[in-house]
C-alpha cells in the first residue's frame, strides 16, 4: 500500500529481519515502555527472523496484521503498525503502533492506521476499531484523533510497565 511518495506500508518479508531488528534496537528507549514484547521478540536478528515468520503465519490466519512502515528507496523500516485482539463476532479490533525517533512528527502512523482501517473495513468487514495510549503519550493522542476515534474511557490500571506501577490508559474508539 502507497502511504506517500517515499514510504509504502507492507507485511513484513523474511528479508527486513535485518531493518527490523535495527529499528527495534535503536529505539529501544522509545519502545520499551509501550511495546517491551515487540522489543523483546526484535532483540537479536534471529528473534527478528521467528517474530517475522510468527507474523506471517498471524496473516495467514487472519488472528494479526503486522505492517511495516517502510522507505521505498531504501526498505528500511521506519515502524510498525499492528491490527490485534481481533473480534469477528462484534467486527472489532485494536492498533498497537509504533515509530521510529527519527520518523516521528511526519504523520507516516496516521495515515497507517487509515490504510488499516479501509483495509480491515473492506477485507475483515470490521468496523470497530480501538487504540489504547496513556495521555502522556501525546503522538498516540493525535494518531486516534487525526483518525477520528473519540475517547471513550480511562481504564484504570489497564497496563504495567515492566518493574513499575500499574497505569490508567485512554480507551479511544472509532466505529465505521
Known amino acids: 500500500m502507497i502511504l506517500t511518495n517515499d514510504f509504502s506500508l507492507e507485511p513484513l518479508t523474511i528479508e527486513d529481519a535485518s531493518s527490523l531488528h535495527q ?3 535503536s529505539n529501544a528507549e522509545r519502545f520499551g515502555l509501550y511495546l517491551p514484547k515487540t522489543l523483546a521478540q526484535n532483540s537479536s536478528l534471529e528473534k527478528s527472523q521467528s517474530y517475522i515468520l510468527r507474523k ?3 496473516h495467514v490466519d487472519k488472528s494479526q496484521f503486522t505492517f511495516a512502515i517502510k ?3 531504501t526498505n528500511v523500516i521506519a515502524g510498525l503498525i499492528i491490527l490485534k485482539n481481533i473480534d469477528n463476532k462484534i467486527r472489532q479490533a485494536e492498533f498497537a503502533y509504533g515509530i521510529g525517533v527519527n520518523y516521528g512528527g511526519l504523520g507516516l502512523t ?9 483495509f480491515a473495513n473492506r477485507e475483515l468487514k470490521l468496523n470497530k476499531f480501538q487504540i489504547i495510549v496513556h495521555k502522556t503519550n501525546i503522538g498516540s493522542v493525535k ?5 477520528n476515534f473519540s475517547w471513550s474511557e480511562t481504564l484504570k490500571e489497564k497496563f504495567i510497565p515492566k518493574g513499575q506501577e500499574p497505569l490508567d490508559m485512554e480507551l479511544y474508539e472509532l466505529e465505521i
Do not use: F, G, R, W
Open 110 to 118: 496516521s495515515l497507517a492506521v487509515s490504510k488499516i482501517i479501509d
Open 56 to 58: 506471517n503465519q498471524e
Open 143 to 147: 494518531v486516534a484523533l487525526k483518525n
Open 23 to 25: 529499528l527495534m534496537i
Open 71 to 73: 522507505e521505498k528507496i
